[in-house]
C-alpha cells in the first residue's frame, strides 16, 4: 500500500516522499529482475539426449531436413530455447496433429527440455 502525504505537507515534502517511493520501487524491480536471472536455467547442451531424441522424432514425423536454431524473445534476449525447423507436408489439420505428437512423446520422455524447445514448421 501507497503511503499517502500528510494534509499539511508541504508540496515539496510530498514530491521527497514520491521521489524516495520511486527509487524504492525501482530498486525491488532491479533486486526481482536479478533474482529471476538467477533462477532461470542455462539452456541445455545441443548434444544432450533430449536433443538427439527431439531430432529423432522430428525426422520420424517431418520427413527431410531439420534445422535446429537458438532464439529468444526481443523483449527478454537471455530466455533462450532451440527451435526445430521442419518441412511439413499434408493439410493443416494433419500438420498440426504431427507436431502434437511430437510434444506429446517429447514431453513424456523430457519434460523439463520439453519447456525450452518449439517447432516451426515450413510448408511444401
Known sequence: MIAQPAATSSGNEVEQELI????????????????????????????????????????QYFPGPVEVEIASAPDDPESKWYTFIVRGQ??????????AEVFKELDRQYPVEAMDIRLAVVFE
Open 20 to 59: 524516495l517511493l520511486r527509487a524504492k520501487v525501482e530498486n525491488a524491480l532491479q533486486r526481482i529482475s536479478h533474482l529471476e536471472q538467477k533462477s532461470r536455467p542455462a539452456l541445455f547442451p545441443i548434444d544432450s539426449p533430449a536433443m538427439i531424441f527431439a531430432r529423432e522424432l522430428c525426422a
Open 90 to 99: 499434408g493439410s493443416t489439420r494433419e500438420v498440426v496433429d504431427k507436431e
